[in-house]
């Protein structure tokens, strides 16, 4: 494909070949962490979710004096949180006000039907208001988010500012409400010197757009108030286009208690943990002693092509102001956390190459990023599964750079890594919707999807996934 007729790339030229221009903008810092805006629920009948989210240009003030144009859901970046419960029927309402583009809105690893879930066959075209509607089944409580999906526009849509968490609560929760429930929304941020959001370069389409502020609920490294020996659950989501974040909580110890669809069997202690684009965890930071803890990224070498890797070690993410005063004390966690059943033997198995190639040649630099040899094509059904059947993926990265995975419409279950011959069980069993892939490695993982229609699944590096790295099961009854 050549660059200017990739999908998304509009008419501008000349693309810097380089590193990204970094901004010189400073963000405040410290400022306390604010709580995502909740969606109000206008439904009067209990076990009923109904809003609407408009998606359309809002502004937002990052620093002291400079206005940046975004886009935002009800005017807000992150969007505003919806949460539901196991059981819930859900109705959303999407205006789509977003000037000459089409969107939709994807609902990232729910289990909604096929034809509900923001496809980019779907697009609802700017000016049109389309209902969204479905149900959360029994056993779905997990932390999934919400982002536009539309052809050729999800990175940019996404990095101008639209995303927002889909919080799905159990009837009845294992972990201790005095533990508390906090969101934390990681995404990337470029800055130009007057305020605007960059477009897309040359380096950001090959390598995924990586911005110069991570922030975290909209915010630069904000603050946070804690008694020590108090626990706290966090619900930490990469919702940025292609920024591997790994993470440690300096300080305080922490343990695993969730993935993308809900918690482990049991927690598991972690030092530091790998979020790659889309991933979601939860945690339970304990805070043993009085002082700062922070958290913050560790080195991840995640493949980059040419110039200007960023660097992306010892970014703080959110300092925590552990106080003197001593915390009630709190319920301990439980051992058992919920039980999960093991996907039984698969009936049939699949493999997913994933590659890239770069060609400079007279129309200028050509670039794909494909599967099994293949760019996305709308019009072109890649695979039939069965509705209900067992089936085991391989996914083999043969490229120069992670890929993180992602399937829609349900949620799998990795069973083993395989590097350099060496095959790795996964550490615990989880549910999950999105994988790290490294590169060379091969992730195989179970899955099954009980409702028919077609699916995506592609590379969660948003840049990727526009330029081809996806395709579409079709699931049958
Ligand atoms: Cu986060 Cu195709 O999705
Ligand atoms: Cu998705
Ligand atoms: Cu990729």
Redesign the pocket.
């Known amino acids: 494909m050549k660059m200017d007729d990739m999908p998304g790339m509009g008419d501008h030229s000349g693309h810097d070949m380089g590193a990204p221009p970094r901004s010189a903008v400073v963000l405040p810092e410290g400022e306390a962490l604010r709580d995502l805006p909740r969606l109000a629920n206008e439904a009067a009948t209990p076990g009923q979710f109904k809003a609407r989210l408009t998606a359309g240009p809002a502004t937002v003030r990052f620093a002291e004096g400079l206005d940046t144009p975004i886009l935002g859901y009800n005017g807000m970046s992150p969007g505003p949180l919806i949460e539901a419960v196991e059981g819930d029927r859900v109705e959303i309402t999407f205006a789509n006000r977003i000037p000459d583009e089409a969107s939709t809105i ?1 609902w ?2 729910m289990p909604v039907p096929a034809d509900q879930d923001g496809n980019p066959m779907d697009p609802v075209e700017t000016g049109i208001d389309r209902s969204y509607s479905f149900e959360l089944p029994e056993g779905s409580a997990g932390s999934y ?1 919400y ?1 536009p ?1 539309p052809h050729g526009r ?1 990175a940019e849509q996404v990095y101008r500012g639209l995303a927002g968490v889909f919080l799905v609560k159990p009837g009845t929760d294992p972990i201790p409400a005095a533990y508390g429930d906090t969101v934390l929304v990681f995404t990337d941020l470029r800055l130009a010197a007057d305020g605007t959001l960059p477009d897309n370069t040359m380096t950001d389409l090959m390598n995924g757009r990586v911005g110069d502020h991570v922030l975290v609920n909209g915010q630069r490294n904000p603050a946070l108030t804690v008694p020590f020996g108090t626990k706290r659950r966090f619900r930490l989501y990469n919702a940025t286009n292609a920024r591997f974040l790994r993470l440690s909580f300096d300080g305080a110890p922490m343990t695993i208690i969730g993935t993308d669809g809900g918690l482990l069997e049991a927690p598991v202690a972690a030092d530091d943990i790998l979020l790659s684009p ?1 991933e979601r965890l939860e945690v339970i930071v304990s805070f043993e002693k009085p002082g700062p803890a922070t958290l913050y990224t560790l080195d991840y070498d995640r493949g980059w092509m040419g110039a200007g890797r960023p660097a992306d070690a010892g970014l703080t993410l959110l300092t925590v102001h552990v106080s003197q005063t001593p915390a009630e004390p709190v319920p301990p966690l439980p051992d058992r956390l919920r039980p999960i059943a093991r996907l039984g033997a698969p009936s049939i198995s699949r493999r997913f190459v994933f590659t890239e190639t770069m060609a400079m040649n007279a129309n200028g630099m050509e670039m794909g990023f494909l599967i099994n040899g293949a760019a996305f094509d709308m019009g072109r059904v890649d695979i039939v599964a069965k509705q209900g059947e067992v089936e085991l993926w391989e996914i083999v990265n043969e490229a120069d750079m992670d890929h993180p995975f ?1 399937v ?1 419409g349900t949620q799998f279950q990795v069973v083993e890594h395989e590097r350099d011959g060496k095959v790795s069980k996964a550490p615990y069993l989880a549910w999950k919707d ?1 994988v790290n892939v490294t590169r060379g490695e091969t992730v195989r993982l179970l899955l099954r999807q009980d409702r028919p229609g077609p699916r ?1 699944y ?1 590379c ?1 590096i948003l840049e990727h ?1 526009q330029l081809g790295m ?1 395709g579409i099961v079709d699931v049958r009854a």
Request: proline content about 0%; charged content about 5%; hydrophobic content about 25%.
């Open positions: 994807h990232h690893g988010w982002h999906h999800t889309a992602h829609h999105t995506m592609h969660h996934e996806m």
